[in-house]
């Protein structure tokens, strides 16, 4: 199945093409209202932890290695990204962002993460996973067995 999910900033005009709009910063944006966002979530468990985040804005670590430790972070939680694997199967999903440079953010792991995620759900509902499914590959009589 194709997922769409798009990224961009909180600060970018609210368009109707957005599909489900789910804030995915720790922190909330300044000067923004909670109404001004029309948010269907705000997810802050799926940011990265605030001490890889402090690390990476103080350059203490490159996007390479800020990118690998949030991969690592989201793979320890798997769970958080229900959420937004359910508006995903929904329809489009934005996934929002207070940070100036979408493409140097968390949010292309984040979306990265979650295609993964579905694809893999996708990949294990393809194949019978219980007896009753199994059914048609059983004998239809007794001399058959």
């Not at 798009?6 to 720790?26: F, M, N, T």
């Not at 329809?91 to 979408?102: E, F, M, N």
């Amino acid at each position: 199945m194709i997922y769409h999910i798009e990224l961009k900033r909180v600060y970018a005009p609210i368009d109707e093409q957005d599909g489900a709009r789910i804030l995915v910063d720790r922190l909330w944006p300044r000067g923004k209202s909670h109404s001004s966002l029309a948010l269907d979530e705000w997810c802050r468990e799926v940011a990265p932890s605030t001490e890889l985040r402090r690390h990476y804005h103080q350059q203490q670590i490159s996007q390479a290695v800020f990118n690998s430790r949030y991969r690592h972070e989201l793979e320890r939680a798997l769970d958080n990204l229900l959420p937004l694997m359910t508006y995903a199967r929904q329809g489009r999903l934005t996934l929002l962002t207070a940070s100036r440079h979408i493409e140097k953010s968390h949010l292309p792991v984040l979306k990265e993460a979650t295609l993964a995620a579905l694809a893999e759900e996708d990949a294990s509902d393809s194949e019978p996973s219980s007896p009753p499914c199994w059914a048609h590959m059983l004998p239809t009589s007794r001399h058959e067995r």
